[in-house]
């Protein structure tokens, strides 16, 4: 994969996102005009469309391009992790702890902002009871035998968060219900602080991209890592704690939002190959630019009612990933 190359994917992918961000300005249950939209974008800020842009439309967008692009950087770095190509960020659980935690505060009818800083600390609570659950796993020597174990310690830790998940819904009024499987299935109609999410993407992507040197040498096999200097084990803990906190603050921002973490690291893997310098930054372009295109799609396909954005997620995910399949066999 040449540089040149490289760069027009980017290029592409940017276009792409830039373009799908000024049609969820642009468009829902009042459509705005390219006038409309030029005079809000340059000064008009007391119409009725400026507060619809201001107050909905950007922050939703926003929100919806960052938890993507966390969700792709996350579904990368796990896949390095773990060693295996179906890892996504919610294989370790740190979802269903936020779920856990957003849907105690839903029960207690606490505001919006009170619900996503649960949900924030539900993940977190979730990564360190992880990483004590396998605090010996980080140093083992083979790095199948750590992938293998850290992985099984966190199907089971969804287990039983999902069993917990189980027992909240039963117990909760029903006024709460519609809202709490919203969230399960990933919403960004309340999602008023997508800033916060697009501040950690951009510290997960620098924090990152210092260390793809490193990454593509552990691809390439622990003992060649070894061989050339990398600190296999204090490697492995940055990915976990980037990919869990890009997913913690994914889905306390928009829900449990499905396949964008599996299916766009596969998809830009296919067209710039394993070199994590070029990699996850389109990673984070296309799956930023795919959410938004998933909500757009969900706020206006049977608009005036809102479908679940990780519904639409996973009904364009698994046709391309299914595609993705063929393609790589081919």
Request: proline residues 3%.
């Amino acid at each position: 994969m040449t540089l040149r190359r490289a760069v027009i994917i980017w290029f592409v992918l940017l276009l792409l996102a830039v373009t799908v961000f000024l049609a969820s300005l642009a468009t829902g249950s009042v459509t705005l005009s390219v006038a409309q939209l030029l005079r809000v974008c340059f000064g008009d800020e007391d119409s009725v469309a400026a507060q619809i842009v201001h107050t909905l439309r950007i922050p939703r967008a926003v929100a919806g391009f960052a938890c993507g692009a966390l969700l792709s950087v996350a579904g990368a770095l796990l896949q390095i992790l773990l060693r295996n190509p179906l890892a996504d960020p919610y294989v370790l659980g740190v979802s269903g702890g936020a779920a856990s935690f957003a849907l105690g505060a839903m029960m207690l009818s606490l505001p919006t902002l009170y619900i996503n800083l649960c949900a924030f600390a539900g993940a977190l609570a979730a990564i360190m009871i992880l990483l004590f659950a396998t605090r010996r796993t980080w140093l083992q020597g083979a790095s199948h035998v750590a992938s293998s174990r850290l992985l099984l310690t966190g199907v089971v830790l969804a287990t039983g968060w999902g069993a917990l998940i189980i027992l909240l819904m039963t117990l909760a009024p029903e006024r709460a219900l519609r809202g709490m499987v919203f969230w399960l299935v990933g919403d960004l109609s309340s999602a008023g602080h997508g800033w916060f999410a697009l501040i950690v993407l951009a510290g997960v992507l620098v924090v990152s991209l210092s260390v793809a040197t490193q990454l593509n040498v552990l691809l390439r096999g622990e003992a060649t890592a070894y061989a050339l200097g990398v600190a296999v084990v204090p490697l492995r803990r940055r990915i976990y704690w980037l990919a869990s906190l890009a997913t913690a603050a994914a889905v306390s921002t928009a829900g449990s939002v499905g396949f964008i973490g599996l299916v766009v690291p596969h998809g830009v893997r296919l067209l710039l190959g394993n070199d994590q310098r070029l990699l996850l930054p389109a990673a984070a372009l296309a799956g930023g630019a795919l959410t938004m295109m998933a909500d757009l799609v969900a706020r206006t396909v049977v608009a005036p009612v809102q479908l679940p954005l990780g519904a639409i997620t996973a009904l364009l995910g698994v046709p391309v990933f299914l595609w993705l399949l063929a393609s790589e066999r081919r």
